[in-house]
């Protein structure tokens, strides 16, 4: 473990003195108070003239990734200056330290933020041990700040507090002999997220960093929809509340400490019109290729802060879109999994102790995998992987080549069917009137690729490999539903709090379709080209339908698949799924990637 610095020491004391005095429901109001108190003096430097230049390195929805992404999961797309487009390997955490200490060197001002999502949705090495590892890992490369995500709360408030404070985990205990997980050295943000009992932040609302008199202060929030997207349990108790307002009101509690320079850390983002890292989403003026929620959250956020380092969508930008008195502001997102790295110059005043906005330049950067190794990272990657291995390493299935899905070109991706048939063949087995499954895109969190990871051989599906595509412990639900329902359900993916950004359920096979997308809304579905099994759908009939239990709490905006009756609960999503591939595949019958041809779209 990296030595402790002394305002990490204070912070993590006082936060488990809190904790144990006053219990969780009531450390948030009290660790509310810790941020203006703590101080960042890591970086050392002389203290110059009336400005002076402070890097802000940042990254977004880790994700647990510590060892490099699979696939298409594991590149980002670079635009060259020949107007070509090229794929480069990127991500890890032995290479995103290297290049964050790199980065760095000569600069005596730098503090390192985060967007959230760093847990949750992690690949087996870090989701086997309920994120510990990545923890772990973000205190070695000296992280300084985070705001939570949406994925923060995939085990609910008391595990998020637990990634905070440390301790053992409550069920399954410490993972290493004569080791108790110590928690994150960096607070981890939450001024959006209140106990629905006290009405207090569940967690610091923001932090002030400090060195060398200069001060500006990191507000975390995550998006207000938390609820839709995660399991009723995860935010049982918790009440999320609107970013734009939150912001604004803790900017003028720092600014009346006065604290007159402030991040926003804000795990909500947007949709740029390029996928290539290096686009350039203010052209042909400022914020014009950019779109998505965090346009008109940024338009509505205060003036009194400086930038914004948001998250939630994986994708990359750096642009600048004016705040509400008209002045450009710097937004910026740093993709997924630790691919990239977003490097910020803020440009403090000491005389107005504010940033000066057209001072401020920004870009991202690969996390490039030929430069060499953090050695400390390789070394926590060893100790974990051996703790993993004898569950990782299980051969589970077979594949004859890439099943895309986390980098699907299309929305309706390879691996989601396959996962949808593989709970069809479940639900079948519990209830043999099961005529169709449903699977949410966002459960899909990474490809299966063909070409072996270790030593297991090419084609070769592990648990650990099956694991990272669903790592959730979703259970595969059954539930009638009339064909209205259906209907609806496929309309949603489209229409009402996705019509902004679909999203497209991966259908069993049988379900057929047609997407028109050059249409708005529910219109966007063809009604009567919906069918199962060739005959169209009958709304007044009753189908009996698969889908996680995400889905069937009405997850993702998909209220009508929350309608259902007569309930039953299968085995969990990744059991179905290895037991699919088990029984469908062998060394000499892989399974080949579906066609993906079971929704038309029009475009």
Request: glycine share 10%.
């Amino acid at each position: 473990m990296t030595p402790l610095t002394p305002h990490r020491t204070r912070r993590r004391a006082a936060s488990r003195i809190l904790a144990a005095a006053a219990g969780f429901a009531t450390v948030g109001a009290l660790v509310a108070a810790l941020p203006a108190n703590a101080t960042q003096d890591r970086h050392h430097g002389g203290k110059g003239g009336r400005t002076v230049d402070v890097q802000l390195l940042s990254f977004n929805d880790f994700h647990g990734n510590l060892e490099p992404p699979a696939g298409s999961s594991g590149q980002v797309t670079e635009n060259l200056p020949d107007g070509t487009t090229r794929k480069v390997d990127a991500g890890g955490v032995e290479y995103l330290a290297t290049s964050l200490r790199t980065a760095r060197k000569s600069h005596p001002y730098s503090v390192t933020a985060a967007a959230g999502d760093l847990i949750g949705a992690s690949p087996l090495l870090s989701g086997l041990f309920h994120d510990e590892p990545t923890v772990e890992a973000m205190n070695k490369l000296d992280l300084d700040v985070t705001s939570v995500g949406n994925h923060e709360f995939d085990e609910g408030a008391t595990e998020l507090a637990r990634m905070q404070n440390g301790g053992c985990h409550p069920k399954d205990g410490c993972f290493e002999d004569g080791k108790k997980f110590k928690g994150a050295d960096y607070p981890y943000l939450a001024a959006n997220v209140t106990n629905e009992k006290t009405g207090k932040p569940i967690l610091a609302p923001y932090w002030v960093w400090k060195h060398n008199g200069v001060k500006i202060g990191f507000i975390g929030v995550t998006l207000e929809g938390t609820p839709d997207i995660v399991s009723a349990d995860g935010v049982k108790g918790l009440k999320f509340h609107d970013e734009i307002e939150t912001v604004n009101k803790y900017a003028k509690i720092l600014d009346k400490q006065g604290v007159k320079s402030i991040v926003t850390l804000i795990h909500e983002g947007g949709v740029p019109a390029s996928g290539s890292y290096n686009y350039d989403c203010d052209s042909p003026s400022g914020g014009a290729g950019i779109s998505g929620p965090i346009v008109d959250i940024a338009k509505g956020i205060s003036p009194k802060v400086d930038a914004l380092v948001t998250g939630h969508t994986h994708n990359a930008y750096v642009c600048t879109i004016p705040d509400p008195s008209g002045k450009p502001r710097m937004v910026t997102s740093a993709s997924s999994y630790g691919k990239l790295y977003t490097d910020t110059t803020l440009t403090y005043d000491r005389r107005t102790k504010d940033i000066v906005r057209t001072s401020v330049k920004s870009a991202n950067h690969v996390v490039s995998r030929t430069q060499p190794k953090a050695a400390d990272m390789t070394a926590l990657i060893g100790r974990w992987n051996k703790l993993a291995a004898p569950v990782a390493n299980q051969p589970v299935g077979y594949i004859s080549a890439d099943i895309p899905g986390r980098g699907a070109a299309s929305p309706e991706e390879p691996l989601g069917d396959l996962i949808a048939d593989a709970q069809l063949a479940h639900a079948k087995t519990l209830d043999p009137k099961t005529s169709l499954a449903l699977m949410n895109p966002g459960g899909v969190r990474s490809d299966l690729v063909y070409k072996a990871s270790g030593s297991e051989g090419d084609g070769v599906v592990t648990y650990g490999e099956g694991f990272t595509v669903q790592p959730f412990s979703n259970t595969v639900n059954l539930a009638d539903l009339t064909g209205a329902q259906v209907i609806t359900a496929l309309q949603q993916q489209v229409s009402g709090s996705n019509e902004a950004s679909p999203k497209i359920l991966q259908p069993s096979a049988g379900l057929t379709y047609t997407l028109d997308m050059t249409k708005t809304g529910a219109a966007r579905v063809v009604v009567d080209s919906i069918r199962l099994n060739g005959a169209a759908i009958d709304p007044a009939a009753t189908y009996r339908v698969a889908m996680n239990s995400f889905l069937a709490g009405g997850g993702d905006g998909f209220a009508a698949l929350g309608q259902g009756k007569n309930p039953l609960v299968g085995s969990d999503d990744l059991k179905a799924f290895n037991d699919y591939l088990t029984a469908n595949s062998s060394a000499t019958s892989p399974i080949a990637p579906p066609k993906a041809d079971r929704i038309t779209i029009v475009k």
